[in-house]
């Protein structure tokens, strides 16, 4: 689904065919192959993985939250040795509903 606004800013949101896997200092924190694919005018794209595919037991809940006129309010996740490395919105803008309870890291392979 692709949705835009008057300004020219376009996100489109839709099912991924590939295989993510998230892998920091060693450890696997994240494997789907279910994750969806979020393209935004001006960045790079962002795969969103289902949070039942999320190893959240390694996941500490951060105090940072950030807004973004076109998503909502973003929920950050942290490890020990990094910071706010992974974000979602639990109640994201009606034109990008697809991303609630999917998680998106800053670190992914994708093949």
């Known amino acids: 689904m692709t949705h835009g606004d008057t300004r020219g800013h376009t996100i489109t949101v839709e099912q991924s065919d590939r295989h993510i896997r998230v892998v920091h200092a060693g450890r696997v924190l994240a494997e789907t192959d279910r994750a969806l694919v979020l393209h935004e005018t001006g960045c790079p794209a962002r795969y969103y993985i289902p ?8 996941l500490t809940a951060s105090d940072t939250h950030t807004y973004c006129p076109f998503k909502g309010t973003a929920s950050y996740w942290s490890l020990p040795e990094a910071t ?19 998680l998106c890291f800053y670190e992914v392979e994708v093949s």
């Open 84 to 102: 706010d490395l992974v974000w979602s919105y639990p109640d994201p803008k009606p034109d990008v509903a697809a991303i609630r309870n999917h």
């Open 51 to 58: 949070e039942a595919d999320v190893r959240m037991d390694l």
